[in-house]
């Protein structure tokens, strides 16, 4: 029985784990991850935990040196063949709803100038450009994501293009009757189509650029995270090697000489074969995606001066606009005016072609069209000239083609020509640059074939050698 106000024996302190006044206060419990510290530094005091140590620190820096590499190389990759197989040619759709209600507009307005002399083969280029247009849409749809900018501009250009077509034949039916609210009609379908339609067409098509640009900038950055591994990583194996040669006096350990092969391996495969898809995919983007972005500027803006040439005879003047030219203010055409600013563009585009071009098959086509260009220019100024002083029949055989005739000898060499001259070498220079940004993106995606899966299996074998190089060391303390 104890005596009261004796000390409580050092068992009853630990009993009831709670201090005492006269007795000394219980060490604090230790934590798994101290015991772990204490249990390292205790096996670091000796060579063979010393060489646990490394061996585990060898085969972890590998490791995470091919996972890394694994995994950003499978990354750029996905995005490469987004590159290829996705975004580009989204980018080129997108640019072809655009194109084919253009043209679908420049069809109908020259169709309109005809009257009832409409040609077959008008009708059925602006039949075939308006299917081409509700194809692309329906295309368009599918590959947009749900509830995106994109989804809604197609789901809109869908209900635009049954109204658009709509007053076309309102249009066409007035004119073969002879009734002037044709014109009116043909206004109305233009200045919804220039206004409302294209405008959202090429919204589509800057998102899908934006989209093209993005899985450009994902698959074309250096993986410095995993060369920085690579490099940590052969250090380590570096210096584990010559601790090795210090402490044994041998110059070689097998494993940890193949481990270093695997890593120096992946390292080199990695920085040469990123340094080649990364150079592919620059000369596809800018021997291929600029020459076709400048390339459809130009198409558009010739498409946009066919039609607003073919407006001006269809307004007589009807529509006009106040510009300053030399300090003055006058009155113009409106779609004369809109003509000349589409002509300035076509020209700046050509120019910005041709410089872009690397080839001679790239630029020949792009030089044709220019000089279409130019003869479309001279041929224009003449019809302009006939028009201004009444002539009107004279004017417009020279823009839609017609007989040539004592007052009009230029009519059996109309614009449209030219037009259709500058149209067909813009589409033979665009497939001649779609082929070269097709074979420059391929060539980027094929330099990192591969790779994913063969930097994770050299890394596994790499950090299996590093082991089994430590391994043979532990061996000789059993």
Not at 37 to 56: K, M, N, S, V, Y
Not at 341 to 350: A, I, P, R, S
């Amino acid at each position: 029985m104890p005596v009261p106000g004796a000390a409580v024996p050092p068992q009853a302190t630990r009993a009831t784990g709670r201090p005492t006044p006269n007795g000394p206060a219980p060490a604090p419990r230790r934590t798994a991850f101290a015991e772990g510290l204490d249990q390292l530094r205790a096996a670091a005091t000796t060579e063979p935990g010393r060489l646990r140590i490394i061996g585990a620190v060898l085969a972890f820096l590998v490791v995470a040196f091919g996972s890394v590499t694994a995994w950003q190389m499978n990354d750029r990759s996905a995005a490469a063949d987004d590159v290829l197989n996705s975004s580009q040619p989204l980018s080129s759709a997108a640019a072809g709803i655009y194109r084919s209600l253009a043209d679908a507009n420049t069809a109908a307005s020259s169709g309109f100038l005809a009257g009832g002399q409409e040609t077959k083969e008008s009708r059925d280029r602006y039949e075939r450009d308006i299917k081409k247009a509700a194809e692309g849409l329906a295309d368009a749809a599918t590959a947009s994501e749900p509830g995106s900018d994109s989804a809604e501009l197609v789901a809109q250009l869908n209900e635009l293009l049954p109204e658009y077509k709509g007053l076309v034949e309102r249009a066409r039916a007035n004119n073969r009757q002879g009734y002037p609210l044709g014109g009116a009609y043909l206004r109305y379908a233009n200045q919804k189509m220039q206004k409302q339609m294209l405008p959202k067409a090429e919204r589509i098509y800057n998102n899908e650029n934006k989209h093209l640009r993005d899985d450009y900038a994902d698959a074309t950055p250096y993986p410095w995270a995993a060369i920085g591994l690579g490099v940590l990583a052969l250090a380590a194996l570096g210096w584990a090697q010559r601790r090795n040669y210090r402490r044994t006096n041998r110059v070689l350990n097998h494993g940890l000489v193949a481990a270093t092969a695997a890593s120096t391996i992946v390292l080199l495969w990695l920085v040469v074969g990123h340094t080649v898809a990364r150079s592919g995919l620059n000369d596809s983007y800018d021997h291929g995606v600029r020459s076709l972005n400048v390339l459809n500027d130009a198409r558009i803006a010739s498409l946009k001066a066919r039609g607003n040439e073919n407006l001006t005879l269809i307004s007589r003047g009807a529509q006009t606009i106040e510009v300053e030219v030399d300090g003055v203010k006058k009155d113009v055409d409106e779609f004369d005016n809109s003509f000349r600013g589409d002509m300035g563009t076509l020209k700046k585009k050509l120019a910005a072609a041709e410089k872009i071009s690397d080839d001679q098959a790239g630029e020949k086509p792009v030089k044709a069209a220019a000089a279409n260009m130019e003869v479309w220019l001279e041929r224009h100024k003449s019809a302009r000239k006939a028009d201004d002083e009444g002539n009107y029949q004279c004017a417009l055989n020279q823009v839609i083609g017609g007989k040539a005739t004592a007052d009009c000898p230029q009519g059996d060499k109309p614009t449209g020509e030219c037009f259709d001259g500058v149209d067909t070498n813009l589409d033979d220079a665009r497939e001649h640059e779609e082929a070269e940004f097709e074979l420059a993106a391929r060539d980027g995606l094929d330099a990192m074939g591969g790779l994913p899966v063969g930097t994770a299996v050299l890394a596994v074998l790499g950090a299996a050698g590093a082991l089994l190089g430590i391994g043979r060391r532990l061996s000789e303390y059993r």
